[in-house]
């Protein structure tokens, strides 16, 4: 028996298993999470093409090695520090658009609400729902083309500022007298925040995604290419067809039905329902019994 035991000693102590700690399962679960994102991130941008080129580039240095190209070696070890720094200039915007998506990640406040004796708003009223979802279609039927921006968490001012101050409530009116041809305010996006339209003829990014159909035009590229930069909701008719598309987080709904785009635009205003809130300083759910009833 002592020999077996001196003989696991020296020769098979790796087969032992280490000792697992409550925080070696969070560390290991917050490294899985930023890996996770950080490839979801490559995938969806232009870093997946520079993945596949650093791939390819690695290969021919594999080969090197295995010849001994030596000239070839230190070339790639001269070049591999200025690589980097020219990557992050580069990819600047979508590293930077990476950081603000991370950055908008409610982690622990949508599991908690730590002043919860405050009912929650919604971004815009049911009016003002009602009221774009009829501007747009009815713009639609005419074939009149319009960009509306609708701002949700992320500041649009630095946008707002490029248009032309309005200030006035949401309405259906408006927004068809704004858009009309040969208006002085049609050309451009408007920007709603909350229940008013804020400003209009504002200037937008436009989209470099190369997935996007070559028959879109401008004003579909402006609608994704805000989406991409901030959280905003983009809501675009199109001056060819009449169709009615919806921006969001850099993806493009085409052609809706009015109650497909009143049931995005339901989701937008981020209604909290009570029975879903509590306090976490009293350590004890809200009365359902008595949100039910009011």
């Known amino acids: 028996m002592e020999f077996l035991t001196t003989f696991y000693e020296n020769n098979l102590y790796w087969l032992s298993m280490p000792s697992i700690t409550v925080i070696d399962i969070v560390e290991i679960a917050i490294l899985a999470f930023f890996v996770y994102q950080i490839l979801l991130w490559i995938k969806n941008s232009k870093a997946w093409f520079l993945l596949k080129g650093i791939i390819i580039i690695l290969v021919f240095v594999m080969i090197a090695v295995v010849f001994e190209m030596n000239t070839i070696l230190w070339i790639f070890k001269s070049i591999v520090s200025i690589g980097i720094t020219a990557v992050v200039i580069v990819f600047q915007p979508e590293l930077r658009r990476?950081?603000?998506?991370?950055?908008?990640?409610?982690?622990?406040?949508?599991?908690?609400?730590?002043?919860?004796?405050?009912?929650?708003?919604?971004?815009?009223?049911?009016?003002?729902?009602?009221?774009?979802?009829?501007?747009?279609?009815?713009?639609?039927?005419?074939?009149?083309?319009?960009?509306?921006?609708?701002?949700?968490?992320?500041?649009?001012?630095?946008?707002?500022?490029?248009?032309?101050?309005?200030?006035?409530?949401?309405?259906?009116?408006?927004?068809?007298?704004?858009?009309?041809?040969?208006?002085?305010?049609?050309?451009?996006?408007?920007?709603?925040?909350?229940?008013?339209?804020?400003?209009?003829?504002?200037?937008?990014?436009l989209s470099d995604n190369m997935e996007l159909s070559k028959a879109l035009g401008t004003r579909h590229r402006a609608g994704v290419g805000i989406s991409e930069v901030t959280d905003s909701m983009t809501i675009i008719v199109s001056e060819e067809t009449g169709r009615v598309s919806v921006a969001n987080s850099g993806k493009l709904y085409v052609n809706l039905e009015p109650n497909e785009l009143k049931e995005m635009l339901q989701k937008a205003q981020d209604k909290v329902s009570e029975d879903k809130k509590f306090k976490l300083w009293k350590g004890r759910l809200k009365n359902h019994e008595k949100v039910d009833n009011k």
């Not at 946008?159 to 041809?181: C, K, M, P, W």
């Open 98 to 205: 990476a950081l603000e998506q991370l950055g908008r990640k409610k982690f622990l406040f949508n599991w908690f609400a730590f002043d919860s004796s405050k009912n929650a708003e919604e971004r815009f009223s049911d009016k003002t729902v009602n009221e774009i979802v009829k501007a747009s279609f009815d713009m639609g039927k005419v074939k009149t083309g319009a960009l509306i921006v609708i701002e949700r968490e992320l500041s649009l001012a630095e946008y707002e500022r490029t248009g032309i101050e309005v200030d006035a409530l949401v309405s259906s009116q408006l927004l068809i007298n704004i858009f009309e041809h040969n208006t002085p305010l049609h050309d451009g996006a408007v920007i709603i925040r909350g229940n008013r339209i804020v400003s209009a003829t504002c200037y937008l990014p």
